[in-house]
């Protein structure tokens, strides 16, 4: 506080110029009150406040994270890993109760045992999977952010508002005609990026009543 202290068994007073940053998840005022926290060293960090959401109650940033630390885990193991539309939309609506600490080893995690280029729904943890439609997945937020000028982000372009409503099966019948379009309607390719067999990716063409533009026929 004084910017001055003695080391253990000193008679030297050093003079600093340092500014402490403390974190905690918990309501300090409350285990002043309960007694397991100390007043007086509460009231000496208790300078300039920051209080931070938990991840859930600030869905809007939870592509602009999940587009950092892809790119951050892509450079450590040397991938060029993306995320599918889907998966974005479904990591949007989890309530993460790790916070943003358990975002970044999921996506670290992912990457890791990624083997394909694109990351779909089905390789996510089942807790995230199961978990029903939160409200978060009609926040106009969660949404796909446009890739980084690293070229690593998010797969495919921007989805407008009303796509965070669809279904996971809506979700799924976007993410085929993206894959579809991105490899010039060749079945083939867009299943090998999904992960899906030929028969699969045909099951789900004829299943959304998928068709090429005009031009294609």
């Not at 975002?103 to 089942?126: F, G, K, W, Y």
């Not at 439609?133 to 372009?157: H, I, K, N, T, Y």
Request: with cysteine.
């Amino acid at each position: 506080q004084e910017q001055m202290f003695e080391r253990l068994g000193g008679t030297q007073t050093i003079t600093v110029n340092v500014r402490v940053i403390a974190a905690t998840n918990r309501s300090l005022e409350e285990c002043v009150e309960q007694g397991t926290f100390r007043a007086d060293l509460f009231y000496r960090l208790n300078v300039v406040p920051v209080v931070l959401p938990p991840l859930r109650d600030r869905r809007e940033d939870i592509p602009l994270l999940l587009d950092h630390f892809l790119q951050e885990s892509n450079r450590m193991n040397a991938r060029e890993v993306r995320l599918s539309s889907s998966v974005v939309q479904l990591l949007c609506g989890y309530t993460w109760p790790g916070n943003v600490r358990e975002l970044q080893n999921l996506i670290e995690r992912l990457v890791i045992m990624a083997d394909r280029d694109t990351i779909v729904s089905r390789e996510l943890p089942s807790y995230i999977t199961a978990e029903p439609e939160a409200e978060s997945l009609s926040a106009p937020s969660c949404r796909l952010v446009a890739p980084s000028p690293e070229g690593m982000g998010l797969a495919d372009e921007p989805l407008p508002t009303s796509a965070a409503h669809k279904s996971l099966k809506d979700m799924e019948k976007t993410e085929v005609e993206g894959a579809l379009r991105r490899h010039g309607w060749v079945q083939a390719r867009a299943a090998r990026e999904l992960g899906l067999t030929q028969r699969q990716m045909g099951y789900r063409i004829k299943k959304y009543g998928i068709a090429p533009p005009d031009f294609f026929h």
